[in-house]
Every structure is written in C-alpha cells, then in structure tokens.
C-alpha cells in the first residue's frame, strides 16, 4: 500500500520541487542607463503560484501514463514495444534468484534426505 502511495505521489512532488528550485535561481534583471533621458531596469521571475501549477502538472503525467498508456501502445510501433519489453525482462531476470544447483540424479543439492553426502555435494547411492 506504501508503495502505491508513493508510486502516485512521486511525480507530483518532483515537479514541486524542481519548480521550487527553479523559482528560487530563476530571476532575470536588466538595467539600462540613456545617459541624459535616465535609466530603466527590467526585473523577470517565476510567478509564486508555479510550484501548485506543477504540482498538478505531474499529477496529469502520472494519470496520463497510468491510464491513457494502455490505450495508446496499439499504435506505438512493433520493434520499439518489443525493445522495451525485451529490457524489462532482462531487469526481471537480472533481479531473480538463481536456481538451486542440481545433481547428476536430478535432485536438488539443496534438498534434506537422510543419506549421507559426498564431499562434493552430491549423495551416494
């Protein structure tokens, strides 16, 4: 359940931030003098209201990925799904577990039975 909180609320609150981060570095100032008509400044920033805006900004990513995905992947060409399944698949299979080692009789090496063991692992019989 955590981790599904988490899943929605990530983008979200990454959008947050960096726009948080961006309102604090972004400001532009211009100054010009004329000499004798004076001087004019120029002074641009992100509006405060930014950090909300993208706020619901990656809200509509995270919606958008999540349930208009599905309907748009029948249009997404046949070699460019493929490679991307072919990736996820190798993530999963890089992750999983590696098979217990198996003896010359088919039995597991890892498997309690009451025969004595070999010092190579196997059992004698």
């Known amino acids: 359940m955590i981790a599904q909180v ?3 609320a990530a983008p979200p609150l990454a959008y947050t931030f960096c726009s948080l981060v961006l309102l604090a570095l972004v400001h532009v100032r211009m100054d010009a003098e004329m000499g004798f008509l004076g001087a004019m400044g120029v002074s641009m920033s992100l509006a405060a209201w930014m950090p909300v805006v993208a706020f619901f900004l990656g809200l509509a990513v995270e919606v958008i990925a999540r349930f208009g995905a599905p309907f748009v992947d029948r249009f997404v060409p046949g070699p460019l799904v493929n490679w991307f399944r072919r ?5 999963r299979t ?5 098979a217990a080692p198996v003896g ?3 039995r597991s090496w890892t498997t309690s039975s009451a025969e004595p063991r070999t010092g190579d692992g196997r059992n004698q019989g």
Request: charged fraction near 25%; hydrophobic fraction near 30%; glycine fraction near 12%.
């Open 6 to 8: 988490t899943s929605w």
């Open 87 to 91: 990736s996820a698949r190798a993530r």
């Open 94 to 98: 890089g992750s999983a577990a590696p």
């Open 104 to 106: 010359e009789d088919g």
